[in-house]
């Protein structure tokens, strides 16, 4: 693995460099001093050498929507191939770092230089804050040396981008990969069509989980807006009120006109497998491809990194179906 030497820094915002206003903690600009002040004071620090850019306005990561994942691939894309880094370093907040980290993985397919996202839990400056910590373990990981690829990194874990989720807000140990069954058939190559050069647009996305007395109409109602996509969160192994002669309907109408329709397990360790129940087995039937193992934040992020090339939905479901970067197979 080689060490990454000239970093991009990407400061989108977050509580790592939030301060205080009357209205509570809020996002602020002027980072990048507070981080090379920070940095003077421990020489003893290996890190490489960084470059900061700031993402304007920095947000609340509980504003982030997929424009702001867009702004973010560009950023990145610009450090590599016009700045010449090496590797990444996005300061992100922790409400969405997870989704981020995963819509990430898929947006930058082809991306030679690893890129880790990082936050905190407290911002820095605070009493017992996380964030220099957190920001210099990752500075620090990236000089040693990390595999292309996104990654998250926090409170000394380095995790995959697409397994990754945010477990608790109490602790400084805020995101995990929980342990799920990824025994998917992989992508023999990655299409052109995904590449991280290749442009992406917004989509519209639904996440609907099931749940005892969801109505038909309720579903209906969802899908006949202009959903492109819909990740529905099923019960156990993909199962679901299979007797809903009316549910099954319209999940199959909005398949047909081309809604693509993903599924995935409720359960933190599910996965997908359709056949085990009849129940399964008549719900897979109006259109559902499985997400397998697959998280709601990697589940997510894949759709709209495949709708957002403006792949058909036959295409669209083929490569769902199939690990492009470990998120769905070990």
Known sequence: MPASRNILVLYTGGTIGMQQSAEGLMPASGFASRLREQQDQQPQLQLP????????????????????????AEAIRAGVEQDGCDGVLVLHGTDTLAYSAAALSFLLLGLDVPVLLTGAML?????????WSNLFGAMQTLHTGVEPGVHLYFSGQLMHGARASKRGTATLDAFAVQPRERHGQRAPNIPAALDYRQPRRPVSLAVLPLYPGIQAAQVRAMLTSDVQGLLLECYGSGTGPADDAELLAALKQAHERGVVLAA?????????EFGIYAAGSKLAATGLVSGGGMTREAALGKLFSLLGTGMSQKEVEHWFALDLCGERAD
């Open 49 to 72: 050498d960084w470059q900061f850019r700031e993402l304007l306005p920095p947000i609340d990561s509980a504003n982030m929507n997929q424009a702001n994942w867009l702004a973010i």
């Open 123 to 131: 911002p820095a400056g605070a009493p017992g804050s996380d964030a």
């Open 264 to 272: 995935i397990s409720q359960c933190p360790q599910g996965h997908v």
